[in-house]
């Protein structure tokens, strides 16, 4: 991880952490499609990932830790694992307020709003 990411790492923990103990809305947009989740934010780590062949799972994640749910067009789920993982291997940028936050990776966007 490069200096400039390791700051921006510890601001978007920074920001996170402020969050704990609210609801957040995350949607998250891969080219045409877009998932919509919300989590009870009660803890926020960062995770190191054990090594996948294909290469598609990021080696470090953060972690969002608190019971949600997987939101679709007819209804909802429970999340699975009460966690959800936001990737910062291939971090773009990010921009943070006191209500939003977005970070974009070479993957997808990721959009989170404190409720």
Same mark, same amino acid.
């Given at each position: 991880? #490069?200096?400039?990411?390791?700051?921006? +790492?510890?601001?978007?923990?920074? %920001?996170?952490? !402020?969050?704990?103990?609210? !609801? /957040?809305?995350?949607?998250?947009?891969?080219?045409?499609? /877009?998932?919509?989740?919300? /989590?009870?934010? =009660?803890?926020? =780590? +960062?995770?190191?990932?054990?090594?996948?062949?294909?290469?598609?799972?990021?080696?470090?994640? /953060?972690?969002?830790?608190?019971?949600?749910?997987?939101?679709?067009?007819?209804? $909802?789920?429970?999340?699975?694992?009460?966690?959800?993982?936001?990737?910062?291997?291939?971090?773009?940028?990010?921009? %943070? $307020?006191?209500?939003?936050?977005? +970070?974009?990776?070479?993957? %997808? #966007?990721?959009?989170?709003?404190?409720?």
């Amino acid at each position: 991880m #490069t200096e400039k990411n390791n700051e921006q +790492i510890q601001s978007i923990l920074k %920001a996170l952490n !402020n969050w704990k103990g609210t !609801n /957040i809305s995350i949607n998250k947009q891969e080219k045409d499609d /877009i998932d919509r989740n919300t /989590i009870s934010l =009660e803890d926020v =780590e +960062i995770v190191h990932q054990v090594k996948d062949e294909d290469d598609y799972v990021d080696p470090y994640t /953060i972690q969002l830790k608190g019971k949600g749910t997987v939101v679709y067009p007819n209804g $909802s789920s429970p999340l699975p694992l009460n966690s959800y993982e936001l990737p910062i291997r291939q971090l773009l940028s990010f921009e %943070a $307020s006191q209500e939003f936050l977005t +970070i974009k990776t070479d993957r %997808a #966007t990721y959009t989170l709003k404190n409720k």
